[in-house]
Protein backbone atom coordinates (compact mmCIF):
# COMPACT_ATOMS: atom_id res chain seq x y z
CA UNK A 1 0.00 0.00 0.00
CA UNK A 2 0.80 3.35 -0.39
CA UNK A 3 1.90 6.24 2.31
CA UNK A 4 3.07 6.20 5.97
CA UNK A 5 0.47 3.97 8.24
CA UNK A 6 1.32 5.71 12.02
CA UNK A 7 0.44 3.73 14.79
CA UNK A 8 -1.09 5.41 17.58
CA UNK A 9 -2.33 3.00 20.49
CA UNK A 10 -5.47 4.26 22.22
CA UNK A 11 -5.77 7.25 19.16
CA UNK A 12 -4.15 9.42 22.18
CA UNK A 13 -3.43 11.60 18.90
CA UNK A 14 -6.02 10.62 16.66
CA UNK A 15 -9.24 12.53 15.10
CA UNK A 16 -11.79 10.35 14.01
CA UNK A 17 -14.56 12.82 12.88
CA UNK A 18 -15.52 15.94 12.96
CA UNK A 19 -18.97 17.12 15.70
CA UNK A 20 -20.63 19.52 15.93
CA UNK A 21 -22.16 18.38 19.19
CA UNK A 22 -19.93 18.38 22.21
CA UNK A 23 -16.66 20.77 22.59
CA UNK A 24 -13.83 19.81 25.27
CA UNK A 25 -10.90 21.63 26.16
CA UNK A 26 -8.93 19.78 28.17
CA UNK A 27 -6.14 22.39 29.47
CA UNK A 28 -8.97 24.59 30.79
CA UNK A 29 -11.48 22.22 31.63
CA UNK A 30 -14.56 23.33 29.58
CA UNK A 31 -17.45 21.21 28.37
CA UNK A 32 -20.25 22.65 26.21
CA UNK A 33 -23.00 20.63 24.52
CA UNK A 34 -23.75 22.33 20.91
CA UNK A 35 -22.12 25.44 22.19
CA UNK A 36 -23.97 25.72 26.02
CA UNK A 37 -21.71 25.54 29.07
CA UNK A 38 -22.21 22.62 31.20
CA UNK A 39 -22.38 24.77 34.20
CA UNK A 40 -25.71 26.40 32.85
CA UNK A 41 -27.09 23.22 31.57
CA UNK A 42 -26.98 21.82 34.69
CA UNK A 43 -28.39 25.04 37.20
CA UNK A 44 -31.01 25.58 34.10
CA UNK A 45 -32.09 22.69 32.29
CA UNK A 46 -33.26 19.22 32.40
CA UNK A 47 -32.68 15.92 30.84
CA UNK A 48 -35.47 15.87 28.52
CA UNK A 49 -34.25 19.53 27.16
CA UNK A 50 -30.46 18.38 27.02
CA UNK A 51 -31.25 15.70 25.10
CA UNK A 52 -33.34 17.65 22.72
CA UNK A 53 -30.42 19.86 22.50
CA UNK A 54 -27.91 16.88 21.67
CA UNK A 55 -30.16 15.10 19.00
CA UNK A 56 -31.46 18.09 17.32
CA UNK A 57 -28.71 20.81 17.74
CA UNK A 58 -30.88 24.01 19.34
CA UNK A 59 -32.49 23.87 22.75
CA UNK A 60 -36.59 23.29 21.84
CA UNK A 61 -39.41 25.98 21.75
CA UNK A 62 -42.11 24.98 24.66
CA UNK A 63 -44.12 23.14 21.89
CA UNK A 64 -40.96 21.18 20.54
CA UNK A 65 -40.13 20.07 23.99
CA UNK A 66 -43.73 19.30 24.86
CA UNK A 67 -44.36 16.98 21.67
CA UNK A 68 -40.48 15.33 22.18
CA UNK A 69 -41.51 14.93 26.20
CA UNK A 70 -44.64 13.26 24.69
CA UNK A 71 -43.24 11.12 22.56
CA UNK A 72 -41.28 9.39 25.02
CA UNK A 73 -43.92 8.97 27.33
CA UNK A 74 -46.21 7.31 25.04
CA UNK A 75 -43.23 4.88 24.11
CA UNK A 76 -42.14 3.75 27.67
CA UNK A 77 -44.35 0.53 27.27
CA UNK A 78 -42.07 -2.68 26.26
CA UNK A 79 -43.62 -5.66 24.06
CA UNK A 80 -44.45 -8.47 26.63
CA UNK A 81 -42.27 -10.95 25.15
CA UNK A 82 -39.39 -8.70 25.90
CA UNK A 83 -40.21 -9.83 29.53
CA UNK A 84 -39.48 -13.61 27.85
CA UNK A 85 -35.79 -12.06 27.45
CA UNK A 86 -35.51 -10.97 31.20
CA UNK A 87 -36.84 -14.02 32.80
CA UNK A 88 -33.85 -15.97 30.86
CA UNK A 89 -31.25 -14.06 33.25
CA UNK A 90 -30.43 -15.27 36.66
CA UNK A 91 -30.64 -12.85 39.24
CA UNK A 92 -26.63 -13.18 39.08
CA UNK A 93 -26.60 -11.25 35.63
CA UNK A 94 -24.86 -8.21 35.91
CA UNK A 95 -27.94 -5.40 35.18
CA UNK A 96 -24.59 -3.93 32.40
CA UNK A 97 -25.19 -7.40 30.69
CA UNK A 98 -28.79 -7.43 30.77
CA UNK A 99 -29.89 -3.78 29.48
CA UNK A 100 -27.26 -4.56 26.31
CA UNK A 101 -29.14 -7.24 26.01
CA UNK A 102 -32.36 -5.95 25.86
CA UNK A 103 -31.53 -2.74 24.11
CA UNK A 104 -29.99 -4.88 21.01
CA UNK A 105 -33.39 -7.16 21.33
CA UNK A 106 -35.23 -4.22 19.88
CA UNK A 107 -33.71 -4.56 16.53
CA UNK A 108 -35.99 -8.15 16.55
CA UNK A 109 -39.04 -6.39 17.10
CA UNK A 110 -38.20 -3.91 15.04
CA UNK A 111 -36.93 -5.34 11.68
CA UNK A 112 -36.90 -1.90 9.71
CA UNK A 113 -34.12 -0.28 12.23
CA UNK A 114 -32.12 -2.49 9.99
CA UNK A 115 -32.79 -0.91 6.66
CA UNK A 116 -29.97 1.57 5.87
CA UNK A 117 -32.73 3.74 3.70
CA UNK A 118 -34.73 4.24 6.88
CA UNK A 119 -36.94 7.34 6.40
CA UNK A 120 -36.03 10.56 8.86
CA UNK A 121 -39.34 9.68 10.17
CA UNK A 122 -38.51 5.99 11.00
CA UNK A 123 -35.12 7.19 12.63
CA UNK A 124 -37.03 9.44 14.81
CA UNK A 125 -39.03 6.76 16.28
CA UNK A 126 -36.17 4.51 16.82
CA UNK A 127 -34.58 6.96 18.90
CA UNK A 128 -37.79 8.40 20.71
CA UNK A 129 -37.83 4.27 21.30
CA UNK A 130 -34.61 4.14 23.00
CA UNK A 131 -35.07 7.15 25.37
CA UNK A 132 -38.35 5.54 26.33
CA UNK A 133 -37.29 1.97 26.82
CA UNK A 134 -33.94 2.63 28.05
CA UNK A 135 -35.05 3.59 31.83
CA UNK A 136 -37.85 0.95 32.06
CA UNK A 137 -35.40 -2.11 30.92
CA UNK A 138 -32.99 -0.38 33.65
CA UNK A 139 -35.55 -0.64 36.37
CA UNK A 140 -36.10 -4.10 34.82
CA UNK A 141 -32.65 -5.21 35.11
CA UNK A 142 -32.67 -4.22 38.70
CA UNK A 143 -35.68 -5.97 39.71
CA UNK A 144 -34.67 -8.77 38.04
CA UNK A 145 -31.21 -8.34 40.53
CA UNK A 146 -33.51 -8.13 43.32
CA UNK A 147 -36.15 -10.64 42.78
CA UNK A 148 -38.89 -8.41 42.60
CA UNK A 149 -41.55 -8.19 40.30
CA UNK A 150 -40.74 -5.78 37.40
CA UNK A 151 -43.09 -2.20 37.38
CA UNK A 152 -44.49 -0.90 34.51
CA UNK A 153 -43.71 2.98 33.49
CA UNK A 154 -46.42 5.83 34.72
CA UNK A 155 -47.00 7.99 32.42
CA UNK A 156 -48.76 10.89 34.49
CA UNK A 157 -45.15 11.33 36.05
CA UNK A 158 -41.92 12.80 34.60
CA UNK A 159 -38.53 11.04 33.29
CA UNK A 160 -37.14 10.33 36.54
CA UNK A 161 -39.85 10.10 38.90
CA UNK A 162 -41.48 7.35 36.57
CA UNK A 163 -37.50 5.92 36.19
CA UNK A 164 -37.64 6.17 40.37
CA UNK A 165 -40.85 4.47 40.96
CA UNK A 166 -40.12 1.64 38.48
CA UNK A 167 -37.00 1.18 40.11
CA UNK A 168 -37.92 1.37 43.94
CA UNK A 169 -41.97 0.59 44.10
CA UNK A 170 -42.76 -2.66 45.73
CA UNK A 171 -46.41 -4.00 45.44
CA UNK A 172 -46.45 -4.73 49.12
CA UNK A 173 -45.63 -0.48 50.01
CA UNK A 174 -46.34 2.91 49.06
CA UNK A 175 -44.09 4.15 47.31
CA UNK A 176 -43.12 8.94 47.52
CA UNK A 177 -41.15 9.78 44.67
CA UNK A 178 -38.88 12.53 46.89
CA UNK A 179 -38.40 15.67 44.24
CA UNK A 180 -35.02 15.90 46.00
CA UNK A 181 -33.60 12.99 44.94
CA UNK A 182 -35.79 13.22 41.49
CA UNK A 183 -33.75 16.40 40.75
CA UNK A 184 -30.50 15.12 41.93
CA UNK A 185 -31.14 12.86 39.44
CA UNK A 186 -31.86 14.47 36.41
CA UNK A 187 -28.68 16.60 37.04
CA UNK A 188 -26.60 13.70 37.04
CA UNK A 189 -27.89 12.49 33.65
CA UNK A 190 -27.63 15.99 32.20
CA UNK A 191 -23.82 16.12 33.32
CA UNK A 192 -23.91 12.51 31.59
CA UNK A 193 -25.46 13.40 28.49
CA UNK A 194 -22.32 13.36 25.89
CA UNK A 195 -18.48 13.36 25.71
CA UNK A 196 -17.33 14.07 22.10
CA UNK A 197 -15.03 10.75 20.93
CA UNK A 198 -14.90 8.86 23.94
CA UNK A 199 -14.72 5.16 24.31
CA UNK A 200 -18.36 4.46 24.34
CA UNK A 201 -19.09 7.11 21.61
CA UNK A 202 -16.17 6.01 19.59
CA UNK A 203 -17.73 2.45 19.75
CA UNK A 204 -21.22 3.41 19.28
CA UNK A 205 -20.40 5.19 16.06
CA UNK A 206 -17.88 2.50 14.62
CA UNK A 207 -20.56 -0.09 14.98
CA UNK A 208 -23.36 2.24 13.68
CA UNK A 209 -20.99 2.78 10.38
CA UNK A 210 -21.51 -1.30 9.29
CA UNK A 211 -25.20 0.03 9.10
CA UNK A 212 -25.83 -2.26 11.80
CA UNK A 213 -28.83 -0.93 13.67
CA UNK A 214 -28.82 1.61 16.10
CA UNK A 215 -30.27 -0.51 19.00
CA UNK A 216 -27.38 -2.74 18.03
CA UNK A 217 -24.59 0.45 18.09
CA UNK A 218 -26.38 1.35 21.10
CA UNK A 219 -25.64 -2.07 22.70
CA UNK A 220 -22.02 -2.52 21.92
CA UNK A 221 -21.71 1.60 23.24
CA UNK A 222 -23.16 -0.05 26.37
CA UNK A 223 -20.81 -2.99 26.78
CA UNK A 224 -17.83 -0.48 26.17
CA UNK A 225 -18.61 2.23 28.78
CA UNK A 226 -19.08 -1.08 31.31
CA UNK A 227 -15.06 -1.40 31.30
CA UNK A 228 -13.58 -0.04 34.90
CA UNK A 229 -11.46 2.44 33.09
CA UNK A 230 -14.53 4.02 31.60
CA UNK A 231 -18.12 4.02 33.11
CA UNK A 232 -17.31 1.33 35.23
CA UNK A 233 -14.90 3.48 36.95
CA UNK A 234 -17.69 5.37 39.32
CA UNK A 235 -18.23 1.75 40.93
CA UNK A 236 -14.61 0.76 41.24
CA UNK A 237 -14.29 4.68 43.03
CA UNK A 238 -17.11 3.10 45.62
CA UNK A 239 -15.20 -0.20 45.70
CA UNK A 240 -11.65 1.83 46.42
CA UNK A 241 -13.53 4.19 48.52
CA UNK A 242 -14.94 1.18 50.84
CA UNK A 243 -11.87 -0.63 51.13
CA UNK A 244 -10.13 2.58 52.27
CA UNK A 245 -12.48 2.72 54.96
CA UNK A 246 -12.33 -1.13 55.85
CA UNK A 247 -8.21 -0.62 55.94
CA UNK A 248 -9.07 1.87 58.78
CA UNK A 249 -9.27 4.90 56.61
CA UNK A 250 -5.85 5.81 55.69
CA UNK A 251 -6.02 7.37 52.24
CA UNK A 252 -2.08 8.11 51.90
CA UNK A 253 -1.33 4.65 51.90
CA UNK A 254 -3.65 4.23 48.67
CA UNK A 255 -1.83 7.47 47.63
CA UNK A 256 1.36 5.92 47.90
CA UNK A 257 0.18 2.23 46.41
CA UNK A 258 -1.19 4.11 43.17
CA UNK A 259 2.17 5.67 42.41
CA UNK A 260 4.06 2.42 42.54
CA UNK A 261 4.41 1.21 39.26
CA UNK A 262 4.67 -2.07 40.78
CA UNK A 263 1.31 -2.18 42.29
CA UNK A 264 -1.80 -2.49 39.69
CA UNK A 265 -4.01 -0.85 41.89
CA UNK A 266 -5.11 2.75 40.28
CA UNK A 267 -6.80 5.92 42.23
CA UNK A 268 -10.17 5.50 40.68
CA UNK A 269 -11.74 8.19 39.52
CA UNK A 270 -8.66 10.15 38.89
CA UNK A 271 -7.13 11.28 35.54
CA UNK A 272 -8.44 11.89 32.35
CA UNK A 273 -7.31 11.35 28.53
CA UNK A 274 -9.02 14.89 27.53
CA UNK A 275 -8.79 17.27 31.00
CA UNK A 276 -4.91 18.08 32.58
CA UNK A 277 -7.43 20.31 34.61
CA UNK A 278 -10.51 19.68 37.10
CA UNK A 279 -12.93 17.81 35.13
CA UNK A 280 -16.19 20.70 35.13
CA UNK A 281 -18.51 18.00 36.17
CA UNK A 282 -16.60 16.32 39.09
CA UNK A 283 -16.48 20.30 40.44
CA UNK A 284 -20.28 20.34 39.96
CA UNK A 285 -21.21 16.58 41.68
CA UNK A 286 -18.53 17.35 44.72
CA UNK A 287 -21.12 20.32 45.33
CA UNK A 288 -24.57 18.48 44.43
CA UNK A 289 -23.10 15.52 46.65
CA UNK A 290 -22.66 17.80 49.95
CA UNK A 291 -26.25 19.88 48.79
CA UNK A 292 -28.03 16.21 48.47
CA UNK A 293 -26.34 14.21 51.80
CA UNK A 294 -26.60 17.18 53.45
CA UNK A 295 -30.87 17.55 52.17
CA UNK A 296 -30.93 13.83 52.57
CA UNK A 297 -29.72 14.21 56.23
CA UNK A 298 -27.25 11.88 55.41
CA UNK A 299 -23.32 11.30 56.95
CA UNK A 300 -21.33 9.04 54.76
CA UNK A 301 -18.09 8.67 55.72
CA UNK A 302 -16.84 7.53 52.18
CA UNK A 303 -17.78 11.40 51.37
CA UNK A 304 -14.97 12.14 54.03
CA UNK A 305 -12.27 9.80 52.70
CA UNK A 306 -12.81 11.12 48.85
CA UNK A 307 -12.24 14.73 49.68
CA UNK A 308 -9.45 13.71 52.04
CA UNK A 309 -8.04 11.44 49.18
CA UNK A 310 -8.47 14.53 46.57
CA UNK A 311 -6.77 17.05 48.44
CA UNK A 312 -3.92 15.11 49.31
CA UNK A 313 -3.50 14.13 45.25
CA UNK A 314 -4.19 17.49 44.27
CA UNK A 315 -0.83 18.26 46.71
CA UNK A 316 1.39 15.34 45.38
CA UNK A 317 3.90 15.78 42.99
CA UNK A 318 3.21 12.67 41.08
CA UNK A 319 -0.58 13.21 40.38
CA UNK A 320 0.20 17.05 39.92
CA UNK A 321 3.39 16.58 37.31
CA UNK A 322 1.03 14.08 35.34
CA UNK A 323 -2.25 16.37 35.57
CA UNK A 324 -4.42 13.71 37.52
CA UNK A 325 -7.35 15.45 38.52
CA UNK A 326 -11.07 14.15 39.80
CA UNK A 327 -13.25 13.14 36.71
CA UNK A 328 -16.83 12.76 36.32
CA UNK A 329 -16.80 9.21 38.45
CA UNK A 330 -14.77 10.27 41.79
CA UNK A 331 -17.92 11.76 43.41
CA UNK A 332 -21.01 10.35 41.79
CA UNK A 333 -21.27 7.20 43.13
CA UNK A 334 -21.36 8.92 46.77
CA UNK A 335 -24.67 10.79 45.33
CA UNK A 336 -26.08 7.51 43.61
CA UNK A 337 -25.59 6.03 46.71
CA UNK A 338 -27.49 8.77 49.11
CA UNK A 339 -30.31 7.95 46.13
CA UNK A 340 -30.46 4.43 47.42
CA UNK A 341 -28.82 3.11 43.80
CA UNK A 342 -26.91 0.05 44.62
CA UNK A 343 -23.34 0.04 43.30
CA UNK A 344 -23.54 -2.34 40.34
CA UNK A 345 -26.07 -0.10 39.08
CA UNK A 346 -24.11 3.08 39.15
CA UNK A 347 -22.96 2.08 35.48
CA UNK A 348 -26.13 1.64 34.45
CA UNK A 349 -26.89 5.37 35.77
CA UNK A 350 -24.04 6.30 33.32
CA UNK A 351 -25.51 4.43 30.46
CA UNK A 352 -28.78 6.36 30.97
CA UNK A 353 -27.53 9.62 31.03
CA UNK A 354 -25.30 8.55 28.12
CA UNK A 355 -27.97 7.75 25.77
CA UNK A 356 -28.73 11.15 24.32
CA UNK A 357 -25.36 11.36 23.55
CA UNK A 358 -24.72 8.56 22.08
CA UNK A 359 -27.93 8.71 20.17
CA UNK A 360 -27.01 12.71 18.54
CA UNK A 361 -23.35 10.93 17.74
CA UNK A 362 -24.83 8.16 15.87
CA UNK A 363 -27.30 10.00 13.71
CA UNK A 364 -24.15 12.83 12.94
CA UNK A 365 -22.18 9.82 11.53
CA UNK A 366 -25.02 8.70 9.52
CA UNK A 367 -26.13 12.56 8.25
CA UNK A 368 -22.20 12.79 7.45
CA UNK A 369 -22.87 9.53 5.60
CA UNK A 370 -19.12 8.42 7.23
CA UNK A 371 -17.60 5.22 5.70
CA UNK A 372 -17.54 1.96 7.50
CA UNK A 373 -15.00 2.33 10.18
CA UNK A 374 -11.86 0.23 9.02
CA UNK A 375 -7.96 1.12 10.57
CA UNK A 376 -4.94 -0.34 8.69
CA UNK A 377 -2.10 -1.78 10.98
CA UNK A 378 1.33 -2.26 10.45
CA UNK A 379 2.35 -5.90 10.71
CA UNK A 380 5.27 -7.43 12.98
CA UNK A 381 4.13 -11.28 13.30
CA UNK A 382 5.95 -14.23 11.06
CA UNK A 383 7.02 -13.90 7.19
CA UNK A 384 5.96 -16.51 4.98
CA UNK A 385 6.65 -19.84 6.11
CA UNK A 386 5.10 -23.54 4.34
CA UNK A 387 2.56 -25.56 6.28
CA UNK A 388 4.32 -28.69 8.55
CA UNK A 389 2.01 -31.58 8.71
CA UNK A 390 1.29 -32.69 12.42
CA UNK A 391 3.09 -35.64 12.66
CA UNK A 392 6.53 -33.48 11.49
CA UNK A 393 5.91 -30.44 14.11
C1 LIG B 1 -14.59 8.29 31.95
O1 LIG B 1 -12.91 9.74 27.52
C2 LIG B 1 -13.86 10.24 28.22
O2 LIG B 1 -14.33 11.34 28.02
C3 LIG B 1 -14.39 9.34 29.34
C4 LIG B 1 -15.44 9.94 30.24
C5 LIG B 1 -16.74 10.19 29.50
O3 LIG B 1 -17.49 11.08 29.95
O4 LIG B 1 -17.02 9.46 28.54
O5 LIG B 1 -14.97 11.15 30.77
C6 LIG B 1 -15.78 9.00 31.41
O6 LIG B 1 -14.31 7.21 31.52
C7 LIG B 1 -13.73 8.97 32.99
C8 LIG B 1 -12.45 8.13 33.38
C9 LIG B 1 -12.86 7.05 34.37
N1 LIG B 1 -11.73 6.14 34.63
C10 LIG B 1 -11.04 6.15 35.79
O7 LIG B 1 -11.24 6.94 36.71
C11 LIG B 1 -9.98 5.06 35.91
C12 LIG B 1 -8.69 5.65 36.47
N2 LIG B 1 -8.14 6.54 35.45
C13 LIG B 1 -7.09 6.02 34.61
O8 LIG B 1 -7.16 4.66 34.34
C14 LIG B 1 -6.71 6.94 33.45
O9 LIG B 1 -6.50 8.17 33.97
C15 LIG B 1 -7.67 7.05 32.25
C16 LIG B 1 -8.07 5.72 31.72
C17 LIG B 1 -8.90 7.82 32.64
C18 LIG B 1 -6.92 7.84 31.18
O10 LIG B 1 -5.90 7.03 30.76
P1 LIG B 1 -4.76 7.56 29.73
O11 LIG B 1 -5.13 8.87 29.14
O12 LIG B 1 -4.46 6.43 28.81
O13 LIG B 1 -3.55 7.89 30.66
P2 LIG B 1 -2.45 6.85 31.08
O14 LIG B 1 -3.08 5.60 31.59
O15 LIG B 1 -1.46 6.76 29.97
O16 LIG B 1 -1.78 7.59 32.36
C19 LIG B 1 -0.82 8.61 32.19
C20 LIG B 1 0.05 8.51 33.44
C21 LIG B 1 0.61 7.10 33.66
O17 LIG B 1 1.80 7.25 34.45
P3 LIG B 1 3.27 7.12 33.70
O18 LIG B 1 3.22 5.81 32.91
O19 LIG B 1 3.32 8.34 32.77
O20 LIG B 1 4.25 7.16 34.80
O21 LIG B 1 -0.74 8.80 34.61
C22 LIG B 1 -0.83 7.63 35.42
C23 LIG B 1 -0.42 6.44 34.55
O22 LIG B 1 0.15 5.41 35.37
N3 LIG B 1 -2.23 7.52 35.84
C24 LIG B 1 -2.63 7.16 37.06
C25 LIG B 1 -4.03 7.25 37.02
N4 LIG B 1 -4.44 7.65 35.81
C26 LIG B 1 -3.32 7.81 35.08
N5 LIG B 1 -1.94 6.78 38.16
C27 LIG B 1 -2.68 6.49 39.24
N6 LIG B 1 -4.04 6.55 39.31
C28 LIG B 1 -4.74 6.93 38.21
N7 LIG B 1 -6.07 7.01 38.26
Excluded at 261 to 279: A, E, I, Q, T
Aim: glycine share 8%.
Amino acid sequence: QSGLITIDPGFKNTGSTKSAITFLDGEKGILRYRGYNIEDLAENSNFLEVSYLLINGELPTTEQYNDFAGRITNHTLVHEDIKKILDGFPSVAHPMGVLSSLICSLTAFYPNSLDPNNTDEEIKLSMVRLLAKMPTFAAWAYKNKMGHPVNYPDNSLDYCGNFMKMMFSLPSEKYEIDPVISKALDKLLILHADHEQNCSTSTVRIVGSSQASIYASISAGINALWGPLHGGANQSVIEMLEAIKADGGDSKKYLEKAKDKNDPFRLMGFGHRVYKNFDPRAKIIKKAADDVLEKLGINDPVLDIAKELESAALNDQYFVDRKLYPNVDFYSGIIYRALGIPTDMFTVMFALGRLPGWIAQWKEMRENNEPIGRPRQVYVGSTERPFVPIDKR
